[in-house]
C-alpha cells in the first residue's frame, strides 16, 4: 500500500540554525514520484521539489535541499539557515502513475516554526 | 498567481446546502485534480478529470459529485453539507508529457465553512 510518513508534527527552531523534515514512504512500484510542498499561514500549497525514483542525486536549491534514499525509502528535506518566513506547514507526498492518474498521497505534514 | 483559479475563496453555508467549488486550470493543461484538506483527515484525493472524462477518484462521498466541461474548467458539487465539510478544498491541475507527470499546480484553495 502507498503511505507517507512525516513523524514529526512540529518543529520550533531558532532562525540561522539548520533544520531537516523527514519523509519516509511505502511502495510496491519501482516508478513513483516524490514531492515537498510549502503551505503557508496564508493557506496555498507551493511546490518545492520533484523527484522521480530513478534519480536518486541529491539537489540543492539555495538554502534548501533533499536527501533522497532509496535503500531507506526517505525523502528528506534541509534549511540550512533558516528564516521565519521558512515558517510553514511541509508536505511531502508520493504519486505513482496508475492508468494514466497520478494522485497524490500526502504526509500529514510538519509545522515548522522558525523564532527570532 | 499559479495559473489555477479558484473561486470562491472563502464560502460559508449552513448545514443542508448545496454548494458549487469552482476550478480553472492553467493554461494547456488537461487534467484537473480536486482535494480536500481537513482538520482530522489532512490532505486527501477526491477525483482526477482529465480532458472531460473521469480518471480516478478517491475518497469522495457520494454527496459530492464534479465534472470537468469543454473549456477544461471544473466544477465541484457538495450537497446536504454536513458540519465535518468544513475544509479547504484545493484543484490543481497538471500536464503529463511522454507519460510522465510534471507534478501539479495547486490553486488557492476554496474555504468551506459549514455552520
Known amino acids: 500500500a502507498q503511505k507517507v510518513t512525516q513523524a514529526q508534527t512540529e518543529i520550533s527552531v531558532v532562525e540561522k540554525e539548520d533544520v531537516t523534515l523527514d519523509c519516509v514512504y511505502e511502495?510496491?512500484?519501482?516508478?513513483?514520484?516524490l514531492f515537498w510542498y510549502k503551505q503557508p499561514p496564508s493557506g496555498e500549497l507551493v511546490f518545492l521539489i520533484r523527484?522521480?525514483?530513478?534519480?536518486?542525486q541529491n539537489e540543492i536549491s539555495g538554502r534548501y535541499s533533499w536527501n533522497f534514499q532509496k535503500s531507506t525509502s526517505s525523502f528528506n528535506f534541509t534549511i540550512t539557515a533558516s528564516q521565519v518566513v521558512d515558517s510553514a506547514v511541509y508536505f511531502c507526498a508520493l504519486s505513482e502513475p496508475f492508468s494514466g492518474t497520478y494522485k497524490y498521497i500526502f504526509g500529514t505534514g510538519t509545522r515548522l516554526k522558525v523564532l527570532a | 498567481d499559479s495559473g489555477v483559479t479558484q473561486t470562491p475563496k472563502h464560502l460559508i453555508t449552513a448545514t443542508g446546502q448545496r454548494v458549487t467549488l469552482r476550478c480553472s486550470p492553467r493554461s494547456g493543461d488537461l487534467s484537473v485534480y480536486w482535494y480536500q484538506q481537513s482538520l482530522d483527515q489532512g490532505l486527501q484525493f477526491l477525483i482526477h478529470?482529465?480532458?472531460?472524462?473521469?480518471?480516478a477518484k478517491g475518497n469522495i462521498l457520494e454527496r459530492f459529485s464534479a465534472q470537468q466541461f469543454p473549456d477544461l474548467h471544473s466544477e465541484l458539487n457538495l450537497s446536504s453539507l454536513e458540519l465535518g465539510d468544513s475544509a479547504l478544498y484545493f484543484c490543481?491541475?497538471?500536464?503529463?508529457?511522454?507519460?510522465?507527470?510534471?507534478?501539479?499546480?495547486f490553486g488557492s484553495g476554496t474555504r468551506l465553512t459549514v455552520v
Open positions: 523527484r522521480n525514483s530513478f534519480d536518486e
Open positions: 478529470y482529465y480532458n472531460g472524462e473521469e480518471r
Open positions: 511502495t510496491r512500484d519501482t516508478t513513483y514520484y
Open positions: 490543481a491541475s497538471s500536464v503529463v508529457v511522454k507519460g510522465h507527470s510534471g507534478g501539479y499546480t
